[in-house]
């Protein structure tokens, strides 16, 4: 097991005023039920519990202080949001900010104040993208829904045309180059630049493909009742179970169009598949049901809870494949006791199921939450695990 210490240095303090008027008047905000809630991609943020404010010296204003570490966003912007804060009844897309996540640049051992208005749009995110990467557009689909595809190239492509290229497939594309989506990024372009170039890492390509409206269904082997959201809806409403009609785009249309495209080394051990939460989830049921495809997979904070824990009663009911995939299975410590017990209980699972240390590497990482500034951290030993020398 592998952890990540965090480096001691200077914090940033972000004290926060916040104009709630307009929300109070027109009914949005009612300041003897509600509160305001800050929510973010850097601890002592999280996206999945608010810090909350406090009501402000004048009527209307809320306040709010936050101390992060000086490497709580591992370099990038932090991404954060206000959220009106109703309790548990609330709908999950209820009460936030409306558009895209906002962006502070942090600044170590000072202290930073951001006064604004409540739904005020955001400012442009800084976006950094590294290296040859081009974008294929919107890529048809008989299976899903179309989407727009992304691919990195490593350092000496254009020079090498004899070379070929073993090949990574990240879910939720938007998210693996830069931080236009959602205010932070996974820095892969980055980091695979760094690590082509250096030797340390033998070149490979990166196609990263685009969640969509229906991300629940793709990500999902199987379906079940999620709360429902909106005036007059049903408490519940039945979603997901559509990863096999997603694996057939990744397998039947999008690889053989990467295929026929780039020079690429096309077989199982070439070919890794990865992505977290619930795109870890779908990486690790991609690798399980078509190892003949997928012979690495990166499963990152997965969403082992679904469907009551369908991954491990689905291990446990299958037979291990011949030659088994490779596995990337971590953790964050920030992100919640049932999710670090159940990557435990995976991890056993797959143990109990012949998997070996050539073939597994389980991590956990003490200071990490559910985000993407905290995947970022550890994408380098990711591309390490899949590429580096011991490989």
């Known amino acids: 097991m592998a952890a990540l210490a965090g480096r001691a240095g200077a914090d940033t303090v972000l004290d926060f ?21 800050l929510r973010g991609a850097a601890a002592p943020l999280s996206w999945d519990r608010p810090l909350l404010a406090a ?22 912007p ?23 996540n906002h962006t502070l640049t942090l600044a170590p051992g000072s202290a ?6 409540f739904g005020v749009a955001a400012g442009a995110t ?16 008989a299976h899903v829904s179309r989407r727009a595809v992304q691919v990195w190239l490593p350092p000496g492509y254009a020079t090498q045309p004899e070379a070929r290229y073993p090949v990574l497939y990240l879910h939720d594309g938007q998210n693996v180059f830069d931080a236009a989506a959602a205010g932070a990024e996974w820095q892969v372009d980055e980091a695979a630049e760094r690590g082509v170039a250096s030797g340390r890492l033998r070149p490979f390509i990166v196609v990263a493909v685009d969640n969509t409206a229906a991300r629940i269904a793709d990500y999902t082997p199987t379906a079940m009742d999620l709360p429902a959201t909106g005036p007059g809806a049903p408490r519940t409403v039945r979603q997901g179970g559509g990863a ?17 495209r780039y020079r690429t080394r096309p077989g199982a051990a070439d070919t890794a598949v990865g992505g977290s939460s619930l795109g870890g989830l779908v990486s690790a049921w991609l690798a399980l049901h078509h190892p003949q495809v997928f012979g690495a997979a990166l499963v990152v904070s997965p969403s082992v809870r679904w469907d009551d824990r369908f991954l491990l009663r689905d291990l446990a009911a299958m037979a291990p494949p011949a030659t088994r995939p490779r596995l990337w299975l971590d953790m964050g410590g920030r992100e919640g006791g ?33 985000d993407e500034a905290s995947w970022a951290r550890r994408v380098p030993a990711m591309l390490d695990f899949l590429y580096g020398p011991a490989q």
Do not use: C, M, N
Request: no cysteine; aromatic share 8%; net charge negative.
């Open 17 to 37: 005023d916040i104009d709630l008027r307009s929300e109070i008047t027109a009914g949005r905000f009612d300041p003897a039920r509600d509160r305001l809630g």
């Open 55 to 76: 009501p402000g010296e004048s009527p209307g204003r809320y306040r709010l202080r936050a101390t992060l570490a000086d490497d709580a966003t591992g370099g990038q």
């Open 78 to 100: 932090l991404a954060y949001k206000f959220r009106i804060e109703r309790g548990e009844h609330q709908g999950p897309d209820e009460g936030w900010e409306p558009g895209r």
């Open 112 to 117: 930073q104040r951001v006064q604004r208005a």
């Open 126 to 141: 800084p976006l950094s993208r590294v290296g040859s990467l081009e974008r294929l557009g919107i890529v048809e689909s």
């Open 244 to 260: 096999v009609a997603y694996a057939r785009f990744l397998i039947e249309e999008l690889k053989p169009l990467i295929d026929a």
């Open 338 to 370: 049932q999710a670090l017990q159940l990557s435990r209980e995976l991890a056993a699972a797959l143990q109990a199921r012949g998997w070996t240390d050539t073939s597994l590497h389980y991590a956990e990482f003490p200071d990490a939450s559910h």
